[in-house]
């Protein structure tokens, strides 16, 4: 089973800071790499595939990076909304989770 | 816009059996794979289970496997979860998700889970 560990579990950032997620593989997933964010009392929802994809309605303010075994995921400009848990997700080889890093407001 | 409401969740005692269902909107349903997924309460998420769009190819989580049966009715637009011989460490919330056309990959929507919990 591939591994996905997510750094930090907890990130502390203040409104209209930049917020860097990390989320590695125990072995490499191409580009096979989602992301989701995930709001208290609600599912999941895709923000990212393909490492670097946003899909429709995911904002600019969203990036994601890497390949391998190393990605991130890149808020530019903290909104009030974009505080809450985000996961990572491989899809290469069966599919595996990150356990997820909580975004809260400093 | 595409709506995936997930039903049949409950309290069941340990050995115990429950059956999840999942109707789908705003999509050709048959054309998707589909995946159930599931969240311990405060915890992370676990892939469980998917199905292809013409049920050819059906894959199961280790944790599941042999105890859990996912099957779909197209002509329904219904996506099933049995769920046999029932654990605590079953206790979840259960999402269904819409997945990839051509193969499994990522999900695009997502339910809004229905609770499953395994309790004497």
């Known amino acids: 089973e591939i591994v996905m560990t997510q750094s930090p579990a907890t990130l502390s950032v203040s409104p209209g800071e930049r917020a860097t997620l990390s989320c590695r593989a125990s072995?490499?997933?191409?580009?096979?790499l989602a992301w989701y964010q995930q709001k208290p009392g609600q599912s999941p929802r895709l923000l990212i595939y393909?490492?670097?994809t946003r899909v429709s309605g995911t904002p600019a303010r969203f990036s994601g990076s890497g390949s391998g075994t190393e990605f991130t995921l890149t808020i530019s400009s903290l909104q009030s909304e974009d505080f809450a848990i985000y996961y990572c997700?491989?899809?290469?080889?069966?599919?595996?989770f990150g356990q997820g890093t909580k975004l809260e407001i400093k | 816009q595409v709506q995936l409401v997930e039903s049949g969740g409950g309290l069941v005692k340990p050995g115990g059996s429950l059956r999840l269902s999942c109707v789908a909107s705003?999509?050709?349903?048959?054309?998707?794979?589909m995946t159930w997924i599931r969240q311990a309460p405060g915890k992370g998420l676990e892939w469980v289970s998917y199905?292809?769009?013409?049920?050819?190819?059906?894959y199961y989580a280790d944790s599941v496997k042999g105890r859990f049966t996912v099957s779909r009715d197209n002509a329904k637009n219904s996506l099933y979860l049995q769920m046999n011989y029932l654990r605590a460490e079953d206790t979840a919330f259960y999402y269904c998700?819409?997945?990839?056309?051509?193969?499994?990959?990522?999900?695009?929507?997502w339910g809004q889970g229905t609770l499953v919990t395994v309790s004497s």
């Open positions: 705003g999509f050709t349903f048959s054309d998707y794979y």
């Open positions: 393909g490492a670097s």
């Open positions: 997700q491989q899809y290469n080889h069966w599919y595996t």
């Open positions: 998700a819409r997945d990839g056309r051509l193969n499994s990959s990522w999900y695009t929507d």
């Open positions: 072995q490499s997933v191409d580009k096979s």
């Open positions: 199905i292809r769009g013409d049920s050819s190819s059906i």
